[in-house]
């Protein structure tokens, strides 16, 4: 079985790309430095596999503790790379932390990969990239406009060293540019960990209709869409984890069209964030307690993807509807609030 190494896979879509990667029959190593996570998320995957993985926890921004892993593990055919800090209030307020977190950890990983002469890489980028669109949907040749906060310019810088090492080394590298995931494994042993108050909108709806939050506040109900709240392309996390490995499995039989490629990978719809609510209390059977409040800042009004390309070059496509997902993220909640994870 070819090995694969998945930094921050004990993370919220790393988890869920491990599980896929063993289910297609990778043996899989984890990297994380549960920065974001807990190591807990190892025996939740083995309990839905039944495959143990590989764990070493470590910080990628540690070059010599990684460079010996390399050397003690040439077997690796490829790398999936999320490790890294993504929330974009935080990356506002500690600009530092992120460029120096998401991209000496970035740089370091491309050395040691080089040394090792492991030459495959999927890389999580994002569809914050794009900033707001001028068309939409959104495609992959859409300008890159300047990024709204620094864990966006990180994502941008990161996919612009990843394609200069393509130039000058053996890398092939494929960039997934991710629009909003949610939801959570069907089996809901794992899911979305928010450590503190949730940033994103799904974490924070489940803890509003569990109790834990008083009401879920509504960024802004005057933009130009058809119900005044902002519309963005939800996907489950099941399916972004497929695209993961329809991605390695591009490179290892060397149908890349060129050394560096990136997919936009989403549903291909926009969903408001009352279209969310609405959904997500009818398929749970409850209702939410919500307040319009005043717009958020750095918010982009309207993304979607158009998901041609991910549909017919990659050979993906999503296979799981909103209402799935929103099920699932309410199973999810459920079950932390069982003390699943204790
Ligand atoms: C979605 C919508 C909010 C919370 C971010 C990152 C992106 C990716 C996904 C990492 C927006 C509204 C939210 C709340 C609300 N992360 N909202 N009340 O900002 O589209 O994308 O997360 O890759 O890179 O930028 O996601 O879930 O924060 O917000 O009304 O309490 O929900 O205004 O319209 P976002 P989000």
Known sequence: MAKILVTGGTGYIGSHTVVELQQSGYDVVIIDNLANSSEKIVEQITKITGIKPEFHKMDLCDRNKLFTFFENNKDIKGVIHFAAYKAV???????????????FSLV????????????????????????????????????????MSPYGNTKQISEEIIVDQ?????????????????????????????????????????????????????????????????????IHVVDLAKAHVVALERMSSKKSESKFEAFNIGTGNGNSVLD???????????????????????????????????????????????????????????NLEKGILE
């Open 89 to 103: 209030g935080e990356s506002a307020e500690f600009p530092l932390k992120y460029y120096y977190n998401n991209l």
């Open 108 to 147: 370091n990983l491309l050395e040691a990969m080089q040394k090792a002469e492991c030459n495959n890489l999927v890389f999580s980028s994002s569809c914050t990239i794009y900033g707001q669109p001028e068309e939409l949907p959104v495609s992959e040749n859409a300008p890159i406009q300047q990024a």
């Open 166 to 234: 393509t130039k000058t080394s053996s890398l092939h590298a494929i960039a997934l540019r991710y629009f909003n995931p949610i939801g959570a494994h069907k089996t809901a042993l794992i899911g979305e960990l928010p450590l503190g108050v949730p940033n994103n909108l799904i974490p924070f709806v489940t803890q509003t209709a569990i109790g834990k939050r008083e009401k879920l506040r509504v960024f802004g109900n005057d933009y130009n869409t058809p119900d005044g709240t902002a519309v963005r392309d939800y």
């Open 276 to 334: 969310v609510i609405l959904t997500f209390e009818k398929v749970n059977n409850l209702k939410v307690n919500y307040e319009i409040v005043e717009r958020r800042a750095g918010d982009v009004e309207q993304v979607w993807a158009n998901t041609d390309k991910a549909n017919k070059v990659l050979g993906w496509k999503t296979e799981l509807g909103l209402d799935v997902a929103l099920q699932s993220a309410w199973n999810w909640e459920k």
